[in-house]
């Protein structure tokens, strides 16, 4: 497995691959990898000849008093885990390598960015959109693989790349769980061993009201969201709830009633963290 922290060299790399004939699948990543990263890289083994990672924890999608200078790190395991698992080529650069000046031109995302994570993370998907521009134009991947987890950075991912008219395929993952149900993430470790053990409720909340409005028990987007809440409250005595939001996917707009593709996603902080989740189901009348 190649390490490469140079964007030069990293598109010196593409080039030769593409001269080659690959296709290249691209993961891109913040580190501290876990199962939810390395399935991603399972899915692109199957279908591309070149797998290609990133591990960059990008400085632009923080906001000010979020996790950045205390975001997990452990690159001596993430090198040992990318090349256990097949990574061909690994890019790790710095920040000073990705944004050597200040940008001269701003990527805004207009919709899809004020719901959910964004309406308390003014400006996060803004930093989402560059990074993850600005990689696809290092990578220049045939195929880009994301995590479901994050289903509303997917779907202004998926936006973004229909907008832009950029040559390649998203190809979204489910999210990956812990044996209780709990969604992987690098973020878990920060959490104590008593917000732990509490926080597999989110999931099964969630999965409980899908499972109950697939049987018709809501009559409303507002009922639903509503019964969520209040079994949240009830469950979570650490926890503490940024949002339960019920939308269209992948529009991400509001449904007038409780019918289609619909995403029923929720943050909950703790002390140290914020943990998302989020399931997704066809709703059909009953």
Known sequence: MKHIKNIARMKEEV?????????????????????????????????????????????????ENEDFDSY????????HLAEQHGVHQLFIPTAAEMYPDTMSIK?????????????????????????????????????????MKDAQQVAIIKQMVADYHLNLTIVPVPTVREKDGLAMSSRNVNLSHMERQEAPHIYKTLAEAKNKALQGHFKTVAGLEDWVKQALKRDLKLGRIDY????????????????????????????????????????FPI
């Open 72 to 79: 997990p790190k452990d690159l001596e395991k993430d090198l």
């Open 244 to 283: 339960i939001t019920c939308l269209k996917f992948p529009e991400l707009i509001r449904p007038g009633a409780l019918t289609g593709s619909v995403i029923l996603a929720t943050a909950v902080h703790y002390e140290q963290v914020r943990l998302i989740d989020n399931v997704m189901w066809e709703q």
């Open 15 to 63: 080039a030769q691959l593409k001269a080659d004939g690959k296709t290249i699948g691209f993961v891109p990543t913040m580190g501290f990898l876990h199962d939810g990263h390395l399935q991603l890289v399972e899915k692109a083994k199957q279908q591309v000849d070149v797998v290609i990672m990133s591990i960059f924890v990008n400085p632009l999608q923080f906001g």
């Open 107 to 147: 990527m805004i995302v207009q919709r899809g960015a004020d719901i959910l994570c964004g309406s308390s993370r003014p400006g996060h998907f803004d930093g989402v959109a560059t990074v993850v521009m600005k990689l696809f134009n290092i990578i220049e991947p045939d195929i880009a693989y994301f995590g």
